[in-house]
């Protein structure tokens, strides 16, 4: 089947490469060509979901250090005594590969590159005009310095440019840096996370990196059915604290409509649902229940063999029982305290209400349902041998995203990208290598 029409195709260049017909047996993003001059996580977030559709990935890294989380850890993952026969290894280079830099960045090439140096930025400019997009999140101005901005680029041009930043290239704040945790504090998911009478805390994974990152491909994967249709490239402004405020979701829109405070930590609770929270049990463990609704409200009660608080008007409705919470959650929380997490497990088993053990990391990585789901697969390593990483959670009936090359080493790809992309040969390589541009 064609995706577009041969009259579109002759119109103008939809792709870098040639693949623009679509089989069974091709990924959505097939020839699509990203060059990707992100690290640490929200941009290298966006380049894998890109990279897992089928596009190609050029990562640029800094020549020697390369993306910072190559040195965020431990762990590591132990180099094999093969190690030293695969491009980009250098003998005694460290303890191993990050397992931060590892989760995000599959199905990539590593081009370690000085783009300082007027010969890096040449090389930088190149690739550039090759691709169909650019991703991008240094801070403002700083990519300017090297002729390397969207509006520096020769026009017309048709790439989509992704520019991924703390706080934006626009407002009082644009020229900030943003890390995740940062942002989380100043645009109030910290204020809202953590027990009721506990500190504002964080939240356990780097959810403003990775949903600026979800936002990025998104946006990107726009651009590219816009510019299909149309033949225009465009620049995309993606920031963090943009993409936090828009996933306070529902607690934004009740401070905006009741024009009221929000209503601050509540822990495993809801401040809109009640019960919905985690509660104790015998063995000191806690199991989250939740009665959505009034049936589902019954469900719990009958369950725990509580008809008393099924029957009480005082928990009628759910804007009674969340009125009524401190008399309600305790009453509850007396009855779960009896049994232990594994019993009330096996009571629940089947009966029509949300509910489910707090697991730690290793048991949900091991959980039945994970592993039936395919979201552990194992990928084999050049340097680090057999490596497990969590795999691309949506289930495609035709295209499915796969995990076709494990994470590169530092400059593995340097030869390759010059060559076959740029066309160089070995001669201007090995010049490129000995004035330190490219490693």
């Not at 260049?13 to 679509?22: E, H, K």
């Amino acid at each position: 089947m064609l995706l577009y029409s041969a009259k579109t195709v002759a119109a103008r260049r939809l792709f870098s490469t040639a693949a623009v017909r679509l089989s069974k047996q091709q990924l959505p993003l097939e020839g699509v060509r990203v060059v990707d001059m992100t690290r640490v996580l929200a941009g290298p977030y966006c380049t894998q979901i890109l990279g897992d559709l089928g596009a190609e990935i050029i990562k640029l890294e800094h020549p020697t250090k390369g993306d910072d989380t190559r040195a965020w850890g431990p762990p590591f993952a132990p180099y094999t005594e093969h190690a030293d026969e695969v491009p980009g290894h250098k003998t005694g280079a460290g303890l191993g590969e990050s397992a931060y830099f590892l989760c995000v960045n599959r199905n990539k090439k590593s081009l370690a590159l000085n783009f300082k140096s007027a010969e890096g930025q040449k090389i930088v400019r190149d690739l550039i005009a090759s691709a169909d997009v650019v991703i991008e999140n240094y801070v403002p101005g700083t990519l300017a310095k090297y002729g390397l901005a969207y509006d520096q680029l020769p026009k017309p041009n048709k790439v989509i440019y992704a520019s991924i930043t703390g706080y934006g290239q626009t407002g009082p704040y644009s020229n900030r840096p943003g890390y995740d945790v940062m942002v989380e504090a100043e645009m109030g998911l910290m204020h809202i996370t953590g027990d009721p009478d506990g500190n504002p805390s964080k939240v356990g994974v780097a959810v403003t990196d990775l949903t600026t990152g979800l936002y990025a491909a998104n946006s990107i994967m726009a651009a590219l059915i816009h510019r299909a249709r149309t033949g225009e490239g465009q620049y995309l402004d993606v920031c963090l604290s943009d993409c936090q405020v828009a996933t306070l979701a529902n607690i934004a829109s009740s401070a905006l409509i009741s024009g009221k405070p929000d209503s601050g930590r509540q822990g495993t609770a809801h401040p809109s649902i009640c019960p919905y929270q985690g509660f104790p049990t015998k063995n000191n463990g806690q199991i989250m229940i939740a009665g959505g609704n009034d049936t589902q409200f019954q469900a719990v009660c009958a369950a725990i063999e509580r008809p008393d608080l099924a029957g009480n008007p005082d928990y009628a409705t759910n804007a009674l029982r969340v009125k009524n919470r401190k008399v309600l959650v305790p009453e509850i929380s007396k009855t779960t305290a009896s049994k232990t997490k594994e019993e009330w497990l096996e009571i629940f088993e089947g009966k029509r209400f949300p509910y489910a053990p707090i697991n730690d990391i290793q048991t949900t990585l091991h959980h039945p349902h994970v592993r039936a789901r395919n979201m552990v697969v194992e990928v084999d390593h050049p340097a680090c041998g057999p490596l497990p990483l969590v795999n691309s959670p949506v289930k495609y009936s035709r295209t499915q995203p796969t995990i076709r090359s494990p994470p590169p080493m530092l400059g593995q790809h340097t030869d390759e990208v010059l060559s076959e992309v740029l066309g160089y040969d070995a001669a201007q390589i090995s010049e490129l290598r000995k004035d330190g541009v490219v490693n």
